[in-house]
């Protein structure tokens, strides 16, 4: 049961440079998120998605776009990296159950992605 | 908006001793509240959550957490620590908007360092 993938783990850029994260999740769930953690800040929402062919903005969304053409994966991308975008980015899926509106999300393992 | 803050930026507590980390949040109505850990270079992994019911939830690795709605508090304890509950611990809390999309909202996480 693999949950939550996220594709590549590590990644080094250069300014400028463009490229997209993956996330693929196999658990049906509706709702999808990029965060991104930095030291001291915790983590913070990129983008969301409450279904496929939706997306919204976070709390940080400038540099970044996404895309949720299939329920399963959720694309982030940087179109010109910039050294600010040095971070490690976290990918989640969740459900919310309809009947007892019980909720949980599940994690990626993380992207480390430098910007140089 | 939600928000959520984790006082405590970092703790160290003697293996074996009791452990309680804080988290106040900012909601207006009744909140789902997480606690998640993340051991270094990990992803997140979810200790319990609280979404209604018995305020007192229980959770893996022997951690457990009280709601409190006149305080506005979400506190994780353990009542003996040991060497490996060293990790970073973020309290979360999720919420819907009024256009029905979900958010998840992250403290910014305490440390605990555990002293043989």
């Known amino acids: 049961n693999a949950g939550v993938t996220q594709t590549p783990k590590f990644r080094v850029l250069k300014t400028g440079q463009s490229m997209t994260l993956l996330c693929a999740q196999d658990m049906n769930h509706e709702y999808m998120y990029w965060y991104r953690q930095d030291p001291g800040m915790g983590l913070r929402l990129i983008h969301y998605s409450v279904g496929e062919g939706t997306t919204a903005k976070g709390e940080v969304p400038d540099g970044y776009n996404v895309s949720r053409l299939k329920k399963q994966n959720f694309l982030l991308g940087l179109e010109s990296a910039a050294p600010s975008q040095t971070s490690v980015y976290f990918c989640?899926?969740?459900?919310?159950?309809?009947?007892?509106?019980?909720?949980?999300?599940?994690f990626g393992q993380g992207t480390r992605l430098t910007v140089v | 908006a939600q928000s959520v803050t984790q006082p405590d930026i970092h703790i160290t507590v003697s293996e074996g001793a009791s452990l309680e980390l804080r988290c106040n949040y900012s909601?207006?109505?009744?909140?789902?509240l997480f606690w998640y850990v993340q051991s270094p270079g990990q992803g997140l992994q979810l200790l319990l959550k609280?979404?209604?019911?018995?305020?007192l939830v229980q959770g893996i690795k022997g951690f457990e957490a009280e709601f409190k709605r006149s305080q506005s508090s979400f506190n994780l304890r353990k009542p003996s620590v040991h060497w490996s509950d060293a990790a970073e611990y973020f309290c979360?809390?999720?919420?819907?908007?009024?256009?029905?999309?979900?958010?998840?909202?992250f403290g910014k996480g305490t440390k605990l360092s555990v002293i043989p």
């Open positions: 989640a899926s969740s459900y919310i159950s309809g009947a007892t509106l019980s909720t949980e999300a599940f």
């Open positions: 979360a809390v999720g919420a819907f908007s009024g256009a029905g999309s979900y958010q998840l909202t």
């Open positions: 909601y207006g109505a009744t909140p789902y």
């Open positions: 609280y979404f209604s019911g018995d305020t």
